[in-house]
């Protein structure tokens, strides 16, 4: 397998399609695969450029005259919550946490059905079979976790919430989460991204990385909430919002 450094790697465009975030806008994509030795390498290299990773494939949007995703990461170390996230925590202290290999399990999917189902009805993720699940989960050439949550206090502990994540030399890269939809009322997607931010620290090191923040997206505006937050401005790199 030919293995991948900054000089040797080819980038590709893909064709305008209509944007997901912002009514009347087309979107573009700039990507690449990961593969081979330096995988690992390229994707903390690109990540620090604003790419984000999905399965085999690293991107970052290229929209002609638009620069409204901003990729965005959380400085853990500074970051103190709030009162609406200090209750948050307090709701889901009966909760355990546990880092896993980026295996698939039947449980898992069954949440992962549930929870599409219920938040994304209609979307093309909605179809995904469990070997599509496994893909997106297992298809991954550099150290991806799945971080598991479970209710401590009932007798079978059942899984209330996974986070497929990414492990960068500087932080935690979030990939994609999901949850019990029935558990909606403990903001559980709020829930998921302080305890990266707790695990950041925990392991002395910098960042949770959030994927694209789009300041006139309802979907993704929420990500501001997480101060102090850093906004990638391409050439001259990194800062604050």
Same mark, same amino acid.
């Given at each position: 397998?030919?293995d991948q450094?900054?000089e040797?790697?080819q980038l590709?465009?893909?064709?305008?399609m209509?944007c997901?975030?912002?009514?009347?806008k087309?979107?573009?994509?700039?990507?690449t695969h990961?593969?081979?030795?330096?995988?690992?390498?390229?994707?903390?290299?690109?990540s620090?450029?604003?790419?984000?990773?999905?399965q085999?494939l690293?991107?970052?949007?290229?929209?002609?005259?638009?620069?409204?995703?901003?990729?965005?990461?959380?400085?853990a170390?500074?970051f103190?919550?709030?009162k609406?996230?200090?209750? *948050? @925590?307090?709701?889901n202290?009966d909760?355990?946490?546990?880092? $896993? =290999?980026? #295996?698939?399990? !039947?449980?898992?999917?069954? &949440?992962?059905?549930?929870?599409?189902?219920?938040?994304?009805?209609?979307g093309?993720?909605?179809?995904?079979?469990?070997q599509?699940?496994?893909?997106?989960?297992?298809?991954?050439?550099?150290?991806? *976790? @799945?971080?598991?949550?479970?209710?401590?206090?009932?007798?079978? $502990? =059942?899984? #209330?919430a996974? !986070?497929?994540?990414?492990? &960068?030399p500087?932080?935690l890269?979030?990939?994609?989460?999901?949850?019990?939809?029935d558990?909606?009322?403990?903001?559980?997607?709020?829930?998921l991204?302080?305890?990266?931010i707790h695990?950041?620290?925990?392991?002395?090191?910098?960042?949770?990385?959030?994927g694209?923040?789009?300041?006139?997206?309802?979907?993704?505006?929420?990500?501001?909430d997480?101060?102090p937050l850093?906004?990638q401005?391409?050439?001259?790199?990194?800062?604050r919002?």
């Open positions: 397998m030919t450094t900054p040797t790697t590709f465009l893909t064709a305008a209509p997901p975030y912002l009514p009347g087309m979107e573009r994509k700039l990507f990961l593969s081979g030795r330096r995988a690992s390498m390229l994707h903390q290299l690109l620090d450029n604003g790419f984000r990773r999905s085999n690293i991107y970052r949007p290229a929209c002609e005259g638009c620069n409204a995703c901003q990729s965005v990461r959380i400085i170390g500074e103190e919550p709030n609406r996230f200090r209750r *948050v @925590l307090r709701n202290s909760i355990g946490v546990s880092v $896993q =290999p980026a #295996v698939v399990t !039947a449980e898992q999917y069954e &949440l992962f059905k549930r929870y599409l189902d219920a938040r994304h009805y209609g093309g993720m909605t179809q995904m079979s469990y599509d699940y496994e893909y997106m989960v297992e298809d991954t050439p550099v150290h991806s *976790v @799945l971080v598991e949550y479970r209710l401590t206090d009932l007798p079978d $502990q =059942p899984l #209330v996974v !986070a497929l994540t990414d492990v &960068l500087d932080g890269s979030m990939v994609y989460s999901f949850y019990d939809p558990l909606a009322h403990r903001s559980m997607g709020t829930y991204i302080l305890d990266h695990q950041v620290r925990s392991a002395a090191l910098d960042y949770v990385y959030l694209y923040w789009v300041k006139d997206s309802p979907k993704m505006a929420y990500k501001a997480y101060q850093e906004v401005r391409g050439s001259l790199g990194w800062a919002l």
